[in-house]
């Protein structure tokens, strides 16, 4: 049980908190000083919730410890809070309400953090409550952010995440002329339309507007839709939308290229569902449970947690990162990672943009395994091929990058750094 | 939002897991799960190109050497992985295709890469008893004990002060002529101390300080004069990390001086400065050595940011030679570049520079500040 939160975490760890942390702002508001903020007891803390420790289940949040219901494993109990923080400077602040970051003024984004408490002589023990240490001095308290690694498509169609890494959407085409764009929280779950206004886009294939149509909220409270004339609805659709989920936010822009219809995926067998709480409607935010989680069940109960291994590699992600089956040789490698790159290619012109990362990835390894050979190239050009096996690593997660949130541009624009570098590659080892 | 989160966590239990059981979960995005920990793989990474700058005490507010305690690099994680894809961290701005220079200090391919796989993917910290141990800026000589030490005057940086930068004029009281192969800095307060240039009052600069770099000796048979009696000018800019701006801080740095024989040639290392015109600074510009020398080192100078930054020696016939050759080149942290190789110049020689500007406001780094634009060849005349 120890270890589990480590598979749990998709990202950052926020210290924010006792006198001797210097991660704060100077002059820091209520909430960033990492005093505790008074709470009338139990009750007043972010409510306990048991989620699943791999990754890949992230999505699994259930009210009372248990088993995971997809891995098996045992539930790990977190207390989860709405926040804001600095897009960049994440730890400086973590605030209730919007604001300006006071290190770069950029806005304050939303989050969902996992409250957590320690002490001074056991700084990696994870406590649920804040209370006193053994020296007497107030546990400090920790910000960690939440589960957030779920993107995967739900209706068939193109799931992206939007650039203040909150919102999520998913664009299907399910049937000609219709475009149906659903909405998700950081935790996947469907969200209202409401306050959201957006275009969807038809491109030619150079990428420009040709055509405009207003996506409109639809009765299910949760997709947007927006009709398309027959004269253009054939397939392939080379559509893209253009968000704001807030009227004051930043625009958002997701290509969504359909090359085929959507087709929604069956249903899963009822009985494997747990149980809902009485009078929650499945899948419907903001229904009322009946009753409130009860303030901490035995929440002493609960062993620490700590983060103390590496996290989980997904078997696809663990293919494409093997370096050892890769060919032993400078011309096998050189055509290893010339077929990577083609692949990424063929996923880029096809824009698949959610599906584009993981040969990205993988290209990257070849160059990286392909760097160990430098010093078999005459000294003048070996600086040359490192620094095109630096502009593989960077167009790479740049590609993975904007691939997850949709930008076609973007993606572009570092598949053609990609090649560039692979090309240069080929000139340097070419035999 | 707290009832929220848990309304929806119940009535989400059941949606999700009929979606996660219908869906396909092959090829969607995922965050790449880092294989590399802090412990084993990435402290040593941060600990040699970072170190010396982002530790507990040094010269910036976030250290980089503890996980989590104090800040810690799982905290800066996201900016980390900012600053690489920028190549606006490490601050190292030789184009590694051009002439090579002393103690280049770039990240390679793999550690970059190993960086942004850790700060992207989950972070881990990796086996507690490898935990590395606390570690300080150690404030220490670079090239050994000094042959001489100049104490500098105490300058104090007031309550809600967070950068100055002072300007001093300090007697060296050498009764004789002395030859030096290096003058250093050591700071009294490293968290305050960014950047310092050390010249001879009216004449060659010394040393250009910066806390990332050890001072480089200049090559053998080579060496620069202070004359007897000479004045120093020293210039110190001062910042204080943000958590200390309601704290009064004070700096009393001292400056060092290695001695070495008078060269055969009798010649010191002089100053050959290429500048654009007045007015604004067109992309090239030139001038003419009017002897032939050899050229140890160069210090760029620049008024912005710039994507790239060529110097080139172009002989009477035409020929070219690259001496130095940057890229995303801003003006916080100018260097003396010393030459691996240095390079011998025939009299009559363009110095020619031609630059292309970069994004200024854009960027993780900010704006940029500003400063006179120019190029200082050190040589030692025919």
Not at chain 2, 231 to 238: A, D, N, P
């Amino acid at each position: 049980m120890r270890t589990k939160l480590a598979g749990l975490m998709v990202t950052l760890l926020a210290t924010l908190a006792s006198a001797q942390q210097p991660a704060r702002a100077p002059q820091p508001p209520a909430r960033t000083t990492g005093q505790t903020p008074p709470r009338t007891g139990a009750g007043a803390l972010p409510p306990l919730v048991y989620i699943c420790p791999m990754p890949e289940d992230s999505e699994v949040i259930e009210d009372k410890p248990g088993k995971c219901p997809k891995c098996r494993m045992a539930l790990v109990a977190v207390r989860l809070d709405s926040k804001f923080w600095c897009p960049i400077h994440q730890t400086v602040v973590v605030r209730d309400q919007a604001g300006k970051c006071p290190r770069d003024g950029r806005d304050l984004v939303p989050v969902t953090l996992s409250e957590s408490w320690s002490c001074a002589d056991k700084p990696d023990t994870k406590l649920l409550e804040p209370g006193r240490c053994a020296d007497g001095k107030a546990r400090t308290i920790k910000y960690e952010l939440a589960a957030h690694g779920d993107h995967n498509p739900k209706h068939g169609g193109q799931f992206f995440m939007a650039a203040d890494r909150w919102h999520h959407l998913e664009g299907t085409y399910p049937t000609l002329g219709l475009v149906r764009l659903h909405l998700y929280d950081n935790f996947t779950r469907p969200m209202s339309p409401k306050g959201v206004t957006g275009t969807l886009l038809l491109l030619d294939q150079m990428n420009k507007e040709v055509a405009a149509y207003p996506l409109v909220a639809a009765r299910d409270n949760r997709t947007m839709t927006a009709k398309i004339p027959a004269a253009r609805a054939a397939l392939p659709l080379n559509a893209a939308v253009k968000i704001k989920f807030k009227p004051t936010e930043p625009e958002n822009f997701f290509n969504f290229p359909f090359s085929k219809f959507s087709i929604e995926p069956p249903a899963a067998p009822a009985a494997k569902a747990p149980k809902p709480a009485a009078g929650s409607t499945p899948g419907m935010p903001g229904t009322p449970a009946a009753s409130a989680p009860a303030a901490p069940p035995a929440a002493a109960a609960q062993e620490p947690v700590m983060l103390d291994r590496p996290l989980q590699v997904p078997p696809g992600l663990a293919e494409a990162t093997d370096e050892t089956r890769l060919p032993k040789n400078v011309a096998g490698l050189v055509a290893e990672l010339n077929t990577r790159a083609t692949d990424v290619g063929k996923l880029v012109a096809a824009g698949e943009l959610a599906q584009v990362w993981l040969p990205a990835i993988g290209t990257k390894t070849v160059a990286l395994v392909l760097d160990a050979h430098t010093p078999s190239l005459p000294e003048r050009q070996r600086a040359s091929a490192s620094a095109a096996v630096k502009q593989i690593v960077m167009a790479s997660w740049d590609i993975d990058n904007y691939g997850d949130l949709g930008n076609g541009t973007k993606v572009t624009a570092a598949y053609q750094r990609l090649t560039a570098a692979v090309q240069s590659l080929n000139a340097l080892y070419a035999p | 939002m707290r009832p929220s989160v848990v309304r929806t966590a119940l009535s989400l239990t059941v949606v999700a897991l009929v979606m996660s059981i219908a869906s396909t979960r092959t090829d969607a995005h995922k965050g790449v799960t880092s294989k590399y920990t802090y412990n084993d793989d990435v402290y040593p990474i941060l600990k040699a190109k970072c170190g010396r700058c982002h530790a507990d005490n040094g010269p910036t507010p976030m250290s980089l050497l503890t996980y989590q305690e104090g800040g810690g690099a799982v905290a800066w994680a996201q900016s980390i992985r900012e600053m690489l894809m920028a190549e606006a961290m490490p601050p190292w701005h030789v184009d590694p295709t051009g002439p090579a220079v002393k103690n280049s200090h770039s990240i390679t391919p793999h550690e970059m890469d190993i960086l942004i796989t850790w700060a992207s993917g989950g972070t881990p910290q990796g086996d507690q008893l490898k935990k590395p141990g606390p570690s300080q800026v150690v404030s220490q000589w670079s090239l050994g004990t000094p042959d001489a030490t100049l104490a500098l005057t105490e300058y104090a940086l007031p309550v809600g002060t967070m950068e100055a930068s002072t300007d001093m004029t300090v007697a060296t009281n050498f009764t004789e002529a002395k030859w030096v192969k290096a003058v250093d800095l050591l700071p009294g307060t490293p968290s305050l101390v960014r950047q310092a240039t050390i010249a001879i009052d009216g004449g060659q600069t010394l040393a250009v300080w910066e806390p990332a770099d050890d001072a480089v000796t200049a090559p053998g048979g080579t060496a620069f004069k202070i004359p007897a009696g000479a004045k120093l000018k020293v210039h110190i800019r001062y910042k204080k990390g943000w958590q200390d701006e309601q704290s009064a801080k004070a700096d009393k740095s001292t400056i060092a001086f290695y001695f070495t024989d008078e060269p055969l040639s009798g010649k010191e290392i002089e100053a050959f400065a290429v500048e654009p015109p007045a007015g604004e600074a067109p992309p090239r510009f030139s001038r003419t050595l009017p002897t032939g020398g050899r050229v140890l080192a160069i210090r760029p100078q620049v008024d912005r940011a710039y994507a790239a930054v060529e110097i080139n020696a172009v002989a009477a016939s035409g020929r070219k030679v690259p001496l130095l050759k940057l890229r995303g080149v801003r003006p916080e942290w100018p260097r003396r570049y010393w030459l691996a190789d240095p390079v011998e110049l025939p009299k009559g020689t363009t110095i020619e520079v031609s630059t292309t500007p970069g994004d200024e406001d854009t960027g993780p780094l900010g704006p940029a500040v500003k400063s006179p634009l120019q190029f200082s060849l050190d040589l030692v005349a025919q």
